[in-house]
């Protein structure tokens, strides 16, 4: 506790000697009215020469002498506490002077050791922050490229129904055409080399020859045939389902990997949450520690005694 200077001192001085006139007074004439009211008229006439000099009060009675205005001062640091100093009782002080001063050095070591923390917290902080950037680049680069794979698998599917399979049965179509016209000359061919077979104008192998090219075509004529009729009641019906799943497994891809890139999203943001979390406890306490160190040295929060 800090006392400051008596401001009122010589009002009080002069007050307390009014009072000790007074009591004076009453143990003199007691209960008698007319006694004291004759004294305090005789007493009104009298007059002094006020001087400056000492002036000796005593007190009989036990008291406290209590200052006008008071600071209370405690201290505000947790647990127990070893005392290194303290000022001496009854000096008079300058607001901002040291007053007491209590041992830091646990405060410090533990200063260092959540130092410590804090450091590791932050790099776990700053590590799963850069993660969240990772996580949705990564996130949005799977996107991407399963998008990228839904759109070729629709691409493939539009191309064979509106190019390709058209393509396929023009040429089989194509082939069909060319076949049959071979044929048709094979066979005019052979029937003109039967004639002359019969005059002699050729001979058996020459004839042989003719109605083996025209098997010949006939067979080209009939695979060619069979090609379209399997092209478009096979491979075409086949191709389209293999397409089409195509395109379904790449819907069902893009979703799953949009679901996991949330996932992975929101899974980054809450550690970077819990970390930012931890950290900020961390140095939460660290800064209470800070705090409970200063609060080790007391100073005096006004002028006094």
Partial sequence: ??????????????????????????????DN??????????????????????????????????ARDQEIIKSEVEGKNVLLWIIEEGKQVNKGDLLVELDASKLQDKLV???????????????????????????????????????FARQDLQKYVE???????????????????????AEEK???????????????????ADELAAKKAQ??????????????????????????SNVRQAEMALERIRRKAAADVIQAKAELQANKSQYDREVDKMEKIEDQILKTKIHAPADGL
Wanted: proline share 2%.
């Fill in 219 to 244: 067979l080209d004529l009939e695979l060619a045939s069979e090609e379209l009729a399997l092209l478009k009641k096979f491979t075409n019906s086949r191709t389209i389902a293999e397409l089409e």
């Fill in 33 to 66: 009215p007319s006694e004291r009211s004759a004294v305090l008229n005789e007493q009104s006439q009298v007059t002094f020469t006020a001087q400056q000099g000492p002036l000796l009060i005593n007190v009989v009675e036990s008291g406290t002498i209590k």
């Fill in 163 to 185: 190019g390709e399979y058209p393509k396929e049965v023009k040429e089989t179509e194509s082939k069909i055409t060319v076949a049959r016209e071979e044929l048709r000359r």
């Fill in 1 to 30: 506790m800090i006392m400051t200077r008596f401001s009122t001192r010589s009002i009080t001085i002069i007050s307390l000697v009014v009072l000790l006139a007074i009591a004076i007074m009453f143990l003199a004439f007691g």
């Fill in 113 to 151: 050791d959540q130092q410590i923390m804090v450091k590791n917290k932050e790099a776990d902080f700053i590590r799963s922050r850069e993660n969240l950037d990772v996580v949705k680049n990564q996130a949005q680069s799977d996107i991407e490229k399963a998008e990228l794979d839904l759109s």
């Fill in 190 to 208: 052979l029937d003109w080399s039967k004639v002359l077979f019969k005059e002699k104008y050729i001979s058996q192998t020459e004839l042989q």
